[in-house]
Structure formats: structure tokens, C-alpha cells
T-cell receptor, first 113, second 114 residues
Framework: DTEVTQTPKHLVMGMTNKKSLKCEQH?????MYWYKQKAKKPPELMFV???????INESVPSRFSPECPNSSLLNLHLHALQPEDSALYLC????????????FGDGTRLSIL | AQSVTQLDSQVPVFEEAPVELRCNYS??????LFWYVQYPNQGLQLLLK??????LVKGINGFEAEFNKSQTSFHLRKPSVHISDTAEYFC????????????FGTGTRLQVFP
């Protein structure tokens, strides 16, 4: 069983919809991450939160908006996505940011119509 | 900056045979190294890690890896594979600084045949 829980597992949305992806961990980790993974590719880092503050934004388009309400929760708000945004979105956490093993959730499979 | 290379995109092997998945890294500073496995429709699971100490690292599911600083390698090995080991394997590197990101290799698809 994964210790990082992501919901929903699957999401289909139109280009004009607004939706949110959720991620939760109860390991006491203070760093949380969003990755995007296309088929047969490695994960690509999108955002890093460290102690609930945004530390890294890898030049992600503004149609993706992260939020960290508390140390256990991480959200990714989606709006006006494009078909090329269809991918597996992975959340991860680690004790602190940097040089630590990251624990991944099973991801949300997102399809944009 | 760090980088990691997985030369083999696919490795086919028969069940119960040994396997080695190759990983080479590049860095001007000390590094931490990781192997992750991704089964179909799942996230990444940590197999093993090298942070310091013994260069031979044992992980879950019977896998092990050896850190070789002179050859800048961190190859993953298993003496006898099972059908259930069929998955995508990612090598990853991070610098030793506490703001260093995890850099993934392109992955190796291990296909185990009966």
C-alpha cells in the first residue's frame, strides 16, 4: 500500500473545465512534489513545496496552480488545459527537500478532451 | 549539475536468469543515487538508495546495486528474475545539497519471459 494517496485515480475533463487533483501523506514529511509523466518517459518535476511554501516552479504554465493548505495536503488546480496536458500526474513527498528518498503516490491519469 | 544515463531502453530476459540494468551518472559534486521501479498503472516505488557508506546496497525484492565512483556507475542487479519483475526501472541522482532536485534517467523496460 502506498503511503502517499492521490485522488482521483482517473480524470477526464474538457478544455474549459476547472478541476483539482489532491494528494495526502501522513508520514510527517515536510517536502511535497508534483510531477508530470508522459507515456514511456521519466517523471518531469513541476513544483516543489518545502515547509508549505513553494520552493520550485519549473516554468509550469499558469493553467496549473499548486496549493499546499497544510503539511499533509497538496493540491493541483487545473483550468483551461490543453490536450497535450494529458498525462499521469504524480505526487511525491520526502522528509525534507533535497537529497532524500521520495515516496510516490500512484498518480492521477488525466485525459483532456 | 547532475545527469544520469540509462543506456538500455529495453532489457529482455528469461525467468530465473540474472539481470543487470546499467546506470551511469555525471556530477562534479558528491551524489546520492536511487533506483525506482514503476509497475503498470502505478507510481514509482523506491527499490534502493545509496547515500554514503558501503558501496554495495541491498534493496527490496532481491535487488542490489553497487556504487562505483571511479566508473561513475550505479548498476542494478538481480541474480534470478521473476515474471513479476517486469516493469520500468528508473535510475535517479541527486546532489548532496539540501536544495538539489532528483534527476531521473530515461528508464529501462525490463521484460521477463517465461
Amino acid at each position: 500500500d502506498t503511503e502517499v494517496t492521490q485522488t482521483p485515480k482517473h480524470l477526464v475533463m474538457g478544455m474549459t473545465n476547472k478541476k483539482s487533483l489532491k494528494c495526502e501523506q501522513h508520514m510527517g514529511h515536510r517536502a511535497m512534489y508534483w510531477y508530470k509523466q508522459k507515456a514511456k518517459k521519466p517523471p518531469e518535476l513541476m513544483f516543489v513545496y518545502s515547509y508549505e511554501k513553494l520552493s520550485i516552479n519549473e516554468s509550469v504554465p499558469s493553467r496549473f496552480s499548486p496549493e499546499c493548505p497544510n503539511s499533509s495536503l497538496l493540491n493541483l488546480h487545473l483550468h483551461a488545459l490543453q490536450p497535450e496536458d494529458s498525462a499521469l500526474y504524480l505526487c511525491a513527498s520526502s522528509q525534507v527537500f533535497g537529497n532524500q528518498p521520495q515516496h510516490f503516490g500512484d498518480g492521477t491519469r488525466l485525459s483532456i478532451l | 549539475a547532475q545527469s544520469v544515463t540509462q543506456l538500455d531502453s529495453q532489457v529482455p530476459v528469461f525467468e530465473e536468469a540474472p539481470v543487470e540494468l546499467r546506470c551511469n551518472y555525471s556530477s562534479s559534486v558528491s551524489v546520492y543515487l536511487f533506483w525506482y521501479v514503476q509497475y503498470p498503472n502505478q507510481g514509482l516505488q523506491l527499490l534502493l538508495k545509496y547515500l554514503s557508506g558501503s558501496t554495495l546496497v541491498k534493496g527490496i525484492n532481491g535487488f542490489e546495486a553497487e556504487f562505483n565512483k571511479s566508473q561513475t556507475s550505479f548498476h542494478l542487479r538481480k541474480p534470478s528474475v521473476h515474471i513479476s519483475d517486469t516493469a520500468e526501472y528508473f535510475c535517479a541522482v541527486s546532489g548532496a545539497h539540501n536544495t538539489d532536485k532528483l534527476i531521473f534517467g530515461t528508464g529501462t523496460r525490463l521484460q521477463v519471459f517465461p
